[in-house]
């Protein structure tokens, strides 16, 4: 029997007939980097996708950058920069950084795509046609500067409810009240600094109203986890606000159809992006956006989001898809958010921490785990806590998982690397036990069970080491103990690659196992050889905020010591003839050294080359003085300049000299 059919029966799940899955995640916006709590969704959303396909499953994942939006549009203004050229730069460095941490999409591709542009058009004429849409002129604040209406965050004030200063358009932080940006007193637009006027603008509306009845029929028919269904049904008996789907020019987005000088909100195309690099993938592959999300489509959709965009998923997006010849999800997943060491994520606080300062600190497989062994289908914040991590590494992957194969190795070793024809079947078949619990768990996004168990499948393990004691066995014996736990090992790799794919692989290799499948859990690796082990997992030290900065201050150094041609002009460097030197008494690295710069007269100053030269040495040298320093007070007597010299990491010193035929008290240029 195998994996799949067991799981069936004992089960339930519906994986002895392969299902189709598709997957997304939600889109990174195209403004700045990704950072780690971006990482922790597109984590657990590779991870489950990882462990779909492991079963058999046809799995296609996607995503793409959000790029539109005014905040886009600003940036790339403030760079000097057409608003796709700056896209283009930011999505590939999403990918570069996506990469580093073994994630992996069927497709990732952007909203600013003709895809898109097609499909946010078609979508929004459904809706128009079946009434969702309508117009309505609205008042706005109006930057006669920029000459452009201004968005909530561009519009800071005192608050009219309190009169807090500095508040933007949206809503108070002292006193919680919400208002219209046009509310706000004394409002300055952040983009220009001058008062904006209040201008009226007609705009375009999705009545959300209209599709009440049907959001309803949709919580009940999805799953959403409990509280975010209970969360959506509250905010779907209460009073429905219309949808503003509209800005106006100028806006970097799409332009609504049969209308002048009108875009579509940046929320509109977003959601959509998830079916244009579904179109994207399958136009490239002879295949139609019908093929995998028409309304009767076999491929079931999962979309995978942090709590903060409930609303536009669990509301507006399906809302939008009720018309459409698209179908609507059939999961969405909800998560919460990253906090550092007990802190919310801040720049100010510095506990902000982007993907590619932890890459340059930490190998990002070990952030995989640790947010694995975190990670459930609740809707909880997850700390990151640094001392933890490297605990939980230590403890889990170094101390029970690798360390099995490390234990094994040098009795396989002695019999040329090949496994004994024999192994313990009763610690086999009891190590295998709790294998489809591990499968549930990960099939409904309790990563944290899952790695438990795996954890408890080494630790069990290494204690049938301990107890059978193979060091203290003959070698044909002993051989049996370690080709036992090495098939173990193999389970826990097979069981593990979800959650670390890059040093699953990597261990595998070494056993000579290119075929990562489900099936392999069965059989038993016997009578072959394996390649040597050679260490690929460490023990890590805990790591420090200032660790992920390590880098960007060694660039801010190294940009520090640039100097421009007028800085270096300002040093006075000349020859000078050593016309005295002699030893300072009480001193253990100073030359008292007279140096004669012809014209410009002498000039005494004290030298660290003691260790390096004589007195005798030196005389009647020629070397090179910053004659323009100023003079040291030291303790032996003042310093009126400095020798310039070389040094290497042995501690040589090598005082520099001019070419022959120079005179003192020439100028270096």
């Known amino acids: 029997m195998t994996y799949n059919t067991r799981l069936e029966v004992k089960l339930g799940l519906k994986i002895n007939k392969s299902r189709k899955i598709i997957v997304t995640n939600a889109l990174p916006y195209a403004n700045g980097e990704i950072h780690i709590g971006h990482i922790l969704e597109h984590i657990q959303t590779d991870i489950w996708a990882r462990f779909m396909t492991l079963i058999n499953h046809e799995v296609l994942t996607f995503c793409a950058d959000d790029a539109h939006g005014a905040p886009i549009m600003m940036k790339a203004d403030e760079l000097g920069l057409d608003p796709t050229e700056f896209i283009d730069q930011i999505k590939k460095n999403h990918q570069e950084s996506l990469a580093k941490y073994a994630i992996e999409y069927t497709n990732y591709h952007s909203t600013h795509s003709k895809e898109n542009e097609d499909l946010v058009s078609e979508i929004y004429l459904d809706a128009k046609s079946s009434g969702y849409i309508y117009k309505e002129e609205i008042e706005q604040c109006f930057d006669e500067q920029k000459q452009m209406f201004l968005a909530d965050r561009y519009v800071i004030g005192n608050c009219p409810k309190c009169s807090a200063k500095n508040q933007y358009g949206d809503g108070c932080d002292e006193c919680g009240a919400t208002y219209s940006a046009t509310e ?16 009226k603008s007609e705009h375009v509306f999705f009545d959300l109203s209209k599709a009440k009845n049907d959001l309803k029929e949709f919580l009940d028919t999805s799953a959403i986890q409990k509280p975010i269904v209970g969360k959506l049904s509250e905010w779907l008996d209460g009073e429905l606000k219309s949808w503003d789907i509209s800005r106006d020019a100028p806006y970097f987005g799409f332009k609504i159809p049969n209308e ?6 940046v929320w509109v195309d977003a959601p959509i992006g998830y079916l244009a690099s579904a179109a994207h993938w399958a136009n490239k592959n002879s295949l139609s956006l019908d093929d995998l999300w028409n309304k009767n489509s076999e491929y079931e959709i999962h979309h995978f989001i942090g709590k903060d965009i409930t609303y536009f998923h669990g509301l507006f997006w399906p809302a939008l898809l009720m018309d459409s010849k698209y179908k609507l999800p059939d999961s969405i997943h909800v998560h919460g958010f990253v906090t550092v060491n007990g802190e919310k994520m801040s720049k100010s606080k510095g506990t902000f921490i982007t993907a590619d300062q932890f890459a340059d600190a930490c190998d990002p497989e070990l952030l995989r785990y640790y947010f694995a062994s975190k990670l459930n289908s609740k809707i909880e914040d997850l700390d990151l806590n640094l001392e933890d991590l490297a605990k939980k590494i230590n403890s889990d992957l170094v101390g029970k998982f690798s360390n099995i194969f490390s234990r094994s190795a040098p009795f396989i070793a002695k019999n040329n690397n090949r496994l004994s024809d024999n192994i313990h079947e009763e610690h086999f078949e009891k190590s295998k036990k709790n294998i489809l619990k591990i499968l549930q768990h990960y099939e409904e996004k309790e990563f944290s069970k899952a790695t438990k168990l795996i954890m408890e499948i080494a630790d069990n393990t ?34 593990l690659s979800p959650v670390t794919p890059k040093l699953c692989h990597q261990m595998l290799l070494m056993l000579n196992i290119n075929d990562l499948s489900i099936e392999n859990l069965d059989k038993e690796l016997i009578d072959v050889e394996i390649n040597e082990f050679k260490p690929i997992l460490e023990r890590i030290k805990p790591l420090n905020i200032q660790d992920f900065y390590k880098k960007e201050e060694k660039m801010s150094e190294e940009n520090n ?30 030359l008292a050294i007279k140096l004669d710069l012809g014209e410009l007269g002498t000039k005494n100053v004290f030298a660290g080359i003691k260790s390096a030269y004589e007195p005798s040495e030196l005389e009647e040298k020629l070397v090179v003085m910053v004659y323009n320093l100023a003079p040291r ?27 022959s035929g120079a005179k003192p008290g020439q100028k270096i240029k």
Not at 260 to 265: A, G, I, L, P, R
Not at 473 to 490: P, W
Not at 572 to 578: C, E, G, I, S, T
């Open 561 to 590: 010591n640039i100097i421009q041609i007028d800085d270096f002009m300002k040093v006075d460097l000349r020859v000078a003839r050593v016309a005295e030197a002699k030893h300072v008494e009480g001193a253990d690295k100073l």
């Open 633 to 659: 007070k030291m303790k032996f007597g003042i310093s009126e300049g400095m020798i310039l010299a070389a040094s290497d990491s042995d501690g040589g010193i090598f005082v520099i000299s001019p070419d």
């Open 184 to 199: 706000i007193i004394n409002p300055k637009s952040s983009l220009s600094g001058t008062s904006p006027i209040t201008k």
């Open 260 to 265: 002048t000088d009108k875009y579509f909100y």
């Open 462 to 495: 290494n204690r049938f080491i301990n107890e059978r004691a193979p060091w203290k066995l003959d070698q044909a014996e002993a051989l049996r103990v370690a080709t036992t736990a090495i098939n173990v090992f193999k389970n826990l790799c097979i069981l």
